[in-house]
């Protein structure tokens, strides 16, 4: 199956970034349906002419005509959803997700899915900390990476849509990643992050730092401002490689406050230029 | 002594942060002078009409007849710097500076000050990854805060004045604070922040990470490029302040890392909330 303007997209679960991939796709001319668990979010979309069609029910006509099907719930609910309703699917459908985390979803997914069904994974590494399809935006997707996560069960047909559907959608890189590879990657470059700012958030109650902050503290702690439903969702489910993380950073950090502690300024120097040299690399192309 | 057009402030260290502070002067009409050491810096600030005249060398003349004299130097060649032309002051004269850490640098100040001229500390809370004259940019004062630093020996027309100055160069919020008050303050939003930062950016050398980042990582290590010879001299000269915070910092995120590894999600979410809740009133005025 190739990416064609007569294919029909279901999205299940229309928030921030199901209602992203809809507006995207509508923009490219795809017919794109929805089923969420809200009257107001469909009422939202159809008003925006973000989508078609949609329905807050288990809409049998609506699945069993999708040929792509992407599921933007959290991992529990994802896997719930499969399992009450996969029979509904068309034969031959793909379908598709947005969860942050891999290895603890994709392998139960395809061991459970239908044989005539294929399940690739991506992950669209882009987001906002606000919520719902009220304020989805496709322009969250330019300049930022979208990796698709196949398996062995994997077709190389779906492999090449599922790309093929982060490139029309904006982003600016699309990559493969094994789904061990992903979760390391995610567990440094997002969750360990994300512990970080909540951390440094919590770490100082005085209310008057607010009149003296400056952007460094701003920009650190951004992403402070966290769904902690989804998030400790996310945590748990990836937990041993965030672990992992979080202990390179720890040693890391300890070895900066063992070289102020000890006035070992050629240390902390040291420290600083590695940084400065690796974060050159780190500018968003856009 | 009041801010007025006709007094002569004289800018010695034309880097970034005295370039940025000659230019919001010279904007808004006063005469500027500066000394530097680097006879390039003089010229460019000559050819883009920043300042009206400037020097490589220690000029009498400049010096004695600055009645405002800004000191935008590292700590240690600021210090030097007094001990070897204060002499040259003229009867009268107001000098404030731009440092980052305040304790270390205020007292012994003015301790060796001579009599007949006042020093008043502020600290500039704006800054760039940027250095030199060249990338100055007085647009980097919008919306940022500026914190006069006085001690019991400052009289309340110099606290004024140096009010009157953040003000003038278009800094969002003006206010006071004791140098231990700012130094507690700036361990913990500026020093701390930092020291993550680098300390994230040092804890993996997998250079594939590059392809894969979102928003989040970019925006927590911003700050990892950095200044090594200016930062760790900040950080040594506020080292028990800063180690105060980072211990802090630490028992934050091992509570977080206790919570994950226990599987504790209520815990994890709690965290979450809170630091939510607070990053809501960080948000930059502008």
């Known amino acids: 199956m190739k990416l064609n303007k007569n294919m029909k997209i279901l999205i299940v679960g229309l928030g921030l970034m199901g209602g992203s991939y809809a507006r995207a796709l509508h923009r490219r001319g795809y017919s794109v349906s929805a089923i969420t668990k809200d009257q107001s979010s469909i009422d939202f979309a159809l008003s925006r002419g973000i989508i078609d069609k949609g329905s807050t029910e288990i809409d049998a006509d609506i699945i069993g005509e999708a040929d792509l099907v992407v599921f933007a719930l959290y991992p529990h609910i994802f896997l719930k959803w499969l399992e009450e309703n996969q029979h509904l699917f068309k034969s031959g459908a793909v379908i598709t997700d947005v969860t942050g985390v891999k290895c603890s979803v994709v392998y139960k997914v395809q061991e459970m899915l239908r044989e005539d069904v294929e399940f690739i994974a991506a992950h669209p590494m882009a987001g906002r900390e606000v919520y719902g399809v009220e304020n989805s935006d496709d322009r969250i997707f330019w300049g930022a990476n979208y990796i698709v996560v196949p398996t062995e069960k994997n077709t190389e047909e779906a492999i090449e849509l599922c790309c093929e559907l982060g490139e029309v959608m904006g982003f600016y890189d699309v990559s493969v990643l094994s789904p061990e590879k992903h979760d390391e990657m995610i567990a440094f470059l997002s969750q360990l992050t994300h512990c970080i700012a909540v951390s440094l958030m919590c770490a100082s109650d005085n209310p008057d730092l607010v009149h003296y902050t400056g952007d460094s503290f701003r920009d650190l702690t951004r992403i402070a401002r966290i769904n902690d439903e989804m ?29 102020i502690n000890e006035g070992d300024r050629e240390s902390m120097r040291e420290m600083m230029r590695l940084s400065t040299a690796r974060r050159g690399n780190f500018d968003r192309k856009l």
Chains 1, 2 share one sequence.
């Open 231 to 259: 998030w400790s969702e996310l945590f748990l489910e990836n937990k041993e490689a965030l672990l992992f993380e979080m202990d390179r950073f720890k040693s890391s950090f300890d070895k900066m406050y063992n070289a």
